[in-house]
C-alpha cells in the first residue's frame, strides 16, 4: 500500500505521492543480473549529474576536479566559511543558479577546510567567487552580488 504524505522543502510544503519501483520482467530468459530491479526514473537526473552544488573535503580532491576539468568546462568557485554572514546569504542563490545552469559546474569551497587551497587562490575576502575555464581563472567575484556572478555565468558558459 503506497502512502501520500507531505514534504516540506525550501520552497514549502508539497504532497507527495511515492511510486514502487519497477517490477523486473519474469518472462526474460537473460542472466539474473539484468533481472534486477530498476531504478525509478525521478532519479536518472541526479544519478547522470551528481549534486548542483559539490563540496570539495580536502585540498587534494579540489586538485583532482580542477584537473579532470574539460578545457571547455566552466567551473564556479564559492570561496566560502561557516561564519560569514553573506555567504549564508547568498548559499540557497547559488543552489538555484546552480540548478539553473547544469552545463556547468559549481563548486563550494570552506576556507577553514581547504586553507592550502585558498591561500593558493589569494583569496583575501569571503564570499569570493572563481570562474575557472581551461585550468585558469577567467573572471572574478568578490561579495555576495548574484547578479553580477550570473552575468559572468553567462558570459563564460
Known sequence: MLRRFLIHNRRGLRLHQPQPFAQPSSSSSSSSSSSSSSIPSCFSPFLSRGFAVSAPKDDKELAEILQTANEKD???????????????QIAPLYEEL????????????????????????????????????GGAKVDEVTGADINKITELVEKHK
Open 98 to 133: 546552480s540548478e539553473k545552469y547544469i552545463e556547468v559546474k559549481f563548486l563550494k569551497c570552506d576556507v577553514d577546510v581547504l586553507r592550502n587551497s585558498a591561500g593558493q587562490a589569494g583569496i583575501s575576502a569571503v564570499p569570493s567567487f572563481h570562474f575557472v575555464k
Open 74 to 88: 566552466l567551473l564556479v568557485i564559492d570561496w566560502t566559511a561557516t561564519w560569514c554572514g553573506p555567504c549564508r
